[in-house]
């Protein structure tokens, strides 16, 4: 259980890993995550679950190297087995009886709404795709996306690839030009959402984030992971993760989400000076 079958770098510092858990496998859905450690004194973090098969009896789980949790995540190899594995948690993506949908993926969210796009593509619906990132080398899952839309689009904060300039200016593009979708789904940093539900509001367009705040026992316990929606307190772990991204109030989250930058720092700092063998703690 939980052993690592096959493990691919998408970009720099971002990696995919195929994990053997048939009982997850078999009860995952789109938009859920899994929460997980890494060793027995490590900290548990919340990981969405990219993709799934039941019948192989594996989960897809693709994440950055950002922090301590993370870097020791991405130096394990093919048959290493990763200690704890909690899941599916969360409430499942709402996909149904949709026609038409613009998906907006930042960074690392475009594989988180792979699953999304998979599943709603076997329902039906016609899907346009607008995926970010800072440069071409940190585009991922483009070829892998592109069997279940109808259009891809690129966007580049440099311009290496496709459009120079961020996700909405396409977004905007889309929908001054008479594009009519059901709904649109936006996962990636948090100020992306934020400026994407901006959009999307003026335009009257139904817009679910998916909501990755500190999270600790992710069974709605703790309640580290809470968040304001329409002005009620909110759980991301059992209330989301996703929510409506017009009512969201994306200032809150941003600044809890920078609590800990101190001490995220020094752990960092002491991780890299014990993998250099200067440190022992």
Same mark, same amino acid.
């Not at 720099?12 to 004194?41: E, Y």
């Not at 994440?63 to 899941?87: A, C, M, N």
């Not at 459009?163 to 100020?191: C, M, Q, S, W």
């Not at 679910?208 to 316990?221: A, F, K």
């Given at each position: 259980m939980?052993?690592?079958?096959?493990?691919?770098?998408?970009?720099?510092?971002?990696k995919l890993f195929k994990i053997q858990n048939p009982l997850?496998?078999?009860?995952?859905?789109?938009?859920?995550?899994?929460?997980?450690?890494?060793?027995?004194? &490590?900290?548990?973090?919340?990981?969405?679950?990219?993709?799934?098969?039941?019948e192989k009896g594996t989960i897809t789980l693709i994440f950055q190297e950002v922090g301590k949790? $993370?870097?020791? @995540?991405?130096? @394990?190899?093919?048959?290493?087995r990763i200690l704890d594995l909690v899941g599916p948690l969360g409430k499942p993506t709402d996909l149904e009886n949709l026609q038409r949908v613009v998906v907006i993926g930042g960074g690392l969210g475009t594989a988180l709404v792979f699953s999304q796009v998979k599943e709603m593509h076997?329902?039906?619906?016609?899907?346009?795709?607008?995926? &970010?990132?800072? $440069?071409?080398e940190l585009i991922i899952l483009e070829e892998e996306i592109r069997p279940y839309c109808e259009k891809v689009?690129?966007?580049?904060?440099?311009?290496?690839?496709?459009?120079?300039?961020?996700?909405t200016d396409l977004l905007k593009r889309l929908l001054d030009e008479g594009n009519r979708y059901?709904?649109?789904?936006? %996962? &990636?940093?948090?100020? /992306?959402?934020? %400026?994407?539900s901006?959009?999307?509001?003026?335009?009257? @367009?139904?817009?679910?984030?998916? /909501?990755?705040?500190? /999270?600790?026992?992710? $069974?709605?316990?703790?309640?580290?992971?809470r968040l304001t929606v329409g002005g009620e307190t909110k759980f991301a772990c059992v209330d989301g993760p996703e929510f409506d991204g017009h009512l969201v109030d994306f200032d809150e989250v941003i600044k809890r989400t920078g609590m800990y930058r101190e001490q995220e720092k020094i752990a960092m700092d002491l991780l890299r000076a014990s993998l250099r063998g200067e440190y022992s703690g």
């Amino acid at each position: 259980m939980n052993e690592i079958i096959e493990k691919r770098v998408l970009a720099p510092a971002i990696k995919l890993f195929k994990i053997q858990n048939p009982l997850i496998a078999k009860k995952a859905r789109p938009g859920q995550f899994v929460i997980l450690r890494v060793h027995d004194k &490590g900290e548990r973090i919340p990981l969405t679950v990219a993709d799934f098969d039941p019948e192989k009896g594996t989960i897809t789980l693709i994440f950055q190297e950002v922090g301590k949790t $993370t870097t020791l @995540l991405g130096l @394990l190899e093919e048959g290493d087995r990763i200690l704890d594995l909690v899941g599916p948690l969360g409430k499942p993506t709402d996909l149904e009886n949709l026609q038409r949908v613009v998906v907006i993926g930042g960074g690392l969210g475009t594989a988180l709404v792979f699953s999304q796009v998979k599943e709603m593509h076997r329902n039906g619906a016609k899907l346009d795709v607008i995926i &970010g990132a800072r $440069t071409a080398e940190l585009i991922i899952l483009e070829e892998e996306i592109r069997p279940y839309c109808e259009k891809v689009f690129i966007a580049t904060d440099d311009g290496s690839k496709g459009h120079k300039g961020f996700v909405t200016d396409l977004l905007k593009r889309l929908l001054d030009e008479g594009n009519r979708y059901d709904r649109a789904i936006a %996962v &990636g940093p948090l100020i /992306m959402m934020k %400026v994407v539900s901006n959009l999307t509001k003026e335009y009257g @367009l139904p817009t679910i984030v998916s /909501m990755n705040p500190i /999270m600790i026992d992710g $069974t709605g316990m703790c309640g580290g992971c809470r968040l304001t929606v329409g002005g009620e307190t909110k759980f991301a772990c059992v209330d989301g993760p996703e929510f409506d991204g017009h009512l969201v109030d994306f200032d809150e989250v941003i600044k809890r989400t920078g609590m800990y930058r101190e001490q995220e720092k020094i752990a960092m700092d002491l991780l890299r000076a014990s993998l250099r063998g200067e440190y022992s703690g």
